[in-house]
């Protein structure tokens, strides 16, 4: 049996639980924040979100992928799926070009929706804004403008200090990312990112100029597309969204420059196109045609797993990308986030007021090694497509066919984390 397959619908209550009386504090208002707290609402807990960001009104970043794994997250929320589905990118394919635009291979999604389930592609901002919308339709207290200093947990109560103002709670999940203030508390220790090696120029944008050059229109006139260009330690993709109307696009490509985390900046089109010398001509149209506002040049760190998301006393609790940052070729970053957020309300549900320290320590049992392995699938596409044997590569397909691994995209956190409660709980108390 694959990894993580022993969950079904089946094992989770069709009753609404009863309140928990459960307080839940969450630091940040991302993927893995949002659905934490809806989760949690779902699960009988109260939730508060504090958030850095004064206004929700900042349509920020471009394309995001979710996959199948959080559709089912996204399935049990009402209403959600209809807004969605018009605003996400729709495809029966990814074509493959070599770096000149030659043709080797179009991957064709077959069956993979009617077999794992839905999968949404959009804008980052769009999709947050419509999930972000429902948890303040569900009732959450949602704080803007929130500058959370200091994280703190006794044997009697845990919370933060934000704005200056001390908020306790029962358990505080930090949400606040890859700059997590709350990392520093769980680990005992500053962990410092390292230089993934990599860096990616992206962009979102309208189409409108692209289809009327010869070179790009066929991208975005015929609906949406799906293009992958393949090169040594390069890979460059496009997407068009909305039949076609807006377009996506990023590239990676190694760097080795030891900068800050977080780092990015707005992109410079020649030195882009620098990196691409020898390639296609339509990957150059499509960089140049960028406006330089939409233009964005972004470092990739990486961490280590690390040893622990939860603080010594089992009060806080790391989440999405605070625990466990992904490199953008797993295309499960956002997926990985939401699963935690509907494992940990689960948690905390069985577990009951009196234990959520047996809930956050479960969480993490449950989640740690599912995340460690999806991690690894970023560095195992990124370099299959980089590192292949470009001068026979149409003998071996299946070194750069995009996986679709069942063990990912077919599980059910919920249900996971209802089978493997009483188990790993039993264990953690031995």
């Known amino acids: 049996m694959a990894p993580f397959m022993d969950g079904t619908a089946e094992s989770v209550p069709s009753t609404k639980p009863k309140p ?33 960001y004064r206004s929700t009104n900042v349509q920020l970043g471009d394309i995001i992928s979710f996959g199948s794994n959080s559709s089912r997250i996204f399935k049990r929320w009402p209403g959600i799926p209809e807004k969605l589905d018009p605003i996400c990118h729709r495809s029966e394919k990814l074509e493959y070009r070599y770096w000149n635009g030659e043709h080797i291979y179009t991957q064709y999604w077959g069956t993979e929706e009617e077999n794992f389930g839905k999968r949404y592609n959009g804008h980052r901002g769009e999709i947050h804004k419509i999930i972000y919308d429902y948890a303040l339709e569900l009732g959450i207290d949602v704080k803007l403008g929130q500058k959370v200093s200091e994280y703190f947990e006794t044997d009697t109560e845990v919370g933060v200090v934000s704005n200056g103002e001390r908020i306790t709670a029962d358990v505080v999940l930090g949400a606040d990312g890859v700059r997590s203030k709350a990392r520093t508390l769980v680990l005992g220790y500053n962990d410092d990112p390292k230089p993934s090696g990599y860096a990616i120029y992206r962009a979102w944008m309208d189409s409108t100029e692209l289809a009327k050059n010869d070179l ?72 140049r045609m960028t406006p330089p506002e939409k233009l964005v ?41 939401m699963e935690d957020g509907s494992c940990i309300a689960v948690c905390l549900e069985l577990a009951g007021k009196e234990h ?29 497509w980089h590192k292949a044997d470009f001068t026979k590569l149409k003998e071996n397909l299946d070194a750069i066919k995009l996986k679709r691994e069942e063990w990912v995209l077919n599980h059910d956190a919920e249900a996971h984390a209802y089978k493997m409660y009483p188990e790993v709980v039993k264990e953690l108390r031995q």
């Open 356 to 384: 959520v320290g047996d809930a956050l320590r479960a969480y993490e049992k449950i989640r740690y090694e599912r995340v460690r392995l999806t991690q690894k699938t970023g560095e195992t596409t990124r370099d299959a």
């Open 297 to 337: 040049d972004w470092k990739l760190v990486y961490r280590d797993p690390l040893p622990t998301w939860v603080s010594p006393k089992g009060k806080i609790a790391l989440i999405g990308d605070a625990a466990h940052p992904f490199l953008p070729t797993s295309i499960q970053g956002a997926s990985q986030a």
């Open 20 to 52: 928990s009386g459960i307080h839940v504090l969450i630091v940040g208002a991302g993927f893995a924040g949002i659905t934490a707290a809806i989760e949690c609402v779902r699960h009988g807990h109260t939730a508060q979100i504090l958030e850095s």
């Open 216 to 287: 790009t229109k066929d991208l975005v006139i015929n609906g949406d597309s799906h293009t992958g260009w393949l090169g040594p330690d390069i890979h460059f993709l496009a997407a068009s969204i909305k039949n076609g109307k807006e377009f996506s696009w990023v590239f990676t490509h190694k760097d080795e420059r030891n900068v800050n985390e977080g780092w990015a900046e707005p992109g410079n089109h020649e030195d882009a196109c620098k990196l691409l010398e020898g390639w296609a001509p339509e990957v150059h149209a499509i960089v």
